[in-house]
């Protein structure tokens, strides 16, 4: 099968319909892994649209990253008509995904506790700062949370905690959302009852660092951040080239640093026998490493790059966000999907890192325009065409 095909076969979620009301990274990213696994996902926004679609700056791309196969139903909350619409719309549906501000749901009667009682199989999926807990009331963003769970200090140099150069926490955070949707929707399958689902920024990032909580148990010493750590491995570094190129090279054990010597034409680093073990390595990298850096330094990139990989040592050039539009093994792979989006252009989207029956999961619609399907699913639920264009007026 092509890699750019989705499967012959239904997808997973055919037939389940989500109802999602989110913004920003966290909810839409588990809306998002639903609807490509082939759920049908209604995304509910004020008339003016999820503000998300016009950040700027490093929020630019969240929009269009985390809200395709979509469709999108535009309705004022505030106005009693469009929240009982969306009411009906929740009656409808197999799943509801929310992201905001504790207390926002139940003010608006869109809490589990009622909403259960009007569809008793209705799993609710909500996207938190915190669990239950001291924290519960405290609002939280992906940097928040990377500063109080570890992730921050261990990232950056001492004394500079860095977050993490992605919303790590957010895309997790709604990856482990649609996890227990995914075990809610097949227990209801025996139970024929909904559940509700929780999922939290700060535990998630919790468990980002719990290795390193782990290896102060072990060892007695608390870990230090990555840029200051005792590596495990002799040789696993990065390494400015002849070109002016960088490179990750690893070498963890003894055959891999023996094929390593030769690649680079340095058999007496082999022949030391201060550095027969990785152990041995790891101790000599005061000295050793600073060597290293000289003899790479005489290489180019490329040439070290097929000898690298043909002779099996891990190697990584350091490459930047945009260069991924070319990688070669995302092109032949089919790693990037072709994406329309509301103006009728196209880009070229990551998919899920899934395959079924060998293919990948792809876009199967443009991404939707403010409200672009709100007729359609109101007259579905037999709405006129004024009382529709009512329940979209902000009141």
Not at 96 to 117: C, H, I, S, W
Request: hydrophobic fraction near 40%; proline fraction near 6%.
């Amino acid at each position: 099968m092509h890699p750019e095909q989705t499967p012959n076969s239904p997808l997973p979620l055919a037939g389940i319909r989500v109802v999602e009301m989110t913004h920003m990274v966290m909810g839409p990213t588990c809306g998002m892994i639903l609807g490509d696994l082939g759920a049908e996902v209604i995304k509910v926004e004020p008339p003016q649209g999820d503000r998300t679609r016009t950040l700027l700056g490093a929020g630019a791309g969240f929009f269009r990253t985390f809200n395709r196969n979509k469709k999108s139903v535009a309705l004022d909350v505030n106005n009693p008509l469009g929240l009982d619409a969306l009411h009906k719309l929740i009656d409808a549906a197999d799943v509801f995904v929310e992201n905001f501000k504790p207390g926002r749901m139940a003010a608006l009667g869109l809490d589990y506790a009622t909403l259960k009682q009007r569809n008793p199989k209705l799993i609710y999926a909500s996207h938190k700062g915190f669990l239950s807990g001291p924290y519960e009331k405290r609002l939280a963003l992906d940097e928040v949370v990377q500063m109080m769970a570890g992730l921050a200090y261990m990232t950056g140099p001492a004394g500079m905690p860095l977050r993490a150069g992605s919303s790590v926490n957010d895309i997790m955070g709604g990856l482990f959302g649609a996890l227990g949707v995914l075990a809610a929707l097949f227990q209801r399958r025996q139970a024929q009852v909904g559940h509700e689902v929780q999922s939290a920024l700060f535990e998630n990032c919790v468990l980002l660092s719990a290795q390193h909580m782990q290896q102060y148990i072990v060892t007695g010493m608390a870990a230090a951040p990555m840029p200051e750590r005792i590596s495990a491995w002799g040789i696993y570094d990065t390494f400015e080239l002849a070109d002016k190129e960088q490179m990750f090279v690893a070498a963890t054990g003894d055959a891999q640093w023996k094929t390593l010597c030769e690649i680079i034409q340095r058999p007496d680093l082999h022949a030391n026998a201060h550095l027969a073990s990785n152990n041995d390595r790891v101790l000599a990298r005061d000295w050793l490493i600073p060597e290293l850096r000289t003899t790479l330094a005489r290489f180019d990139s490329s040439w070290l790059a097929r000898e690298f990989e043909e002779k099996s040592i891990p190697f990584a050039a350091i490459t930047r966000p945009e260069q991924l539009f070319d990688d070669p093994h995302l092109l032949a792979s089919g790693g990037l999907g072709n994406q329309e989006l509301e103006d009728g252009s196209t880009t070229r989207v990551p998919l899920l890192p899934i395959s079924l029956d060998g293919a990948r999961l792809q876009p199967r619609m443009p991404i939707a325009s403010i409200g672009e399907h709100t007729s359609e699913i109101m007259q579905a639920l037999g709405y006129s065409a004024e009382q529709i264009q009512e329940m979209k007026r902000t009141h």
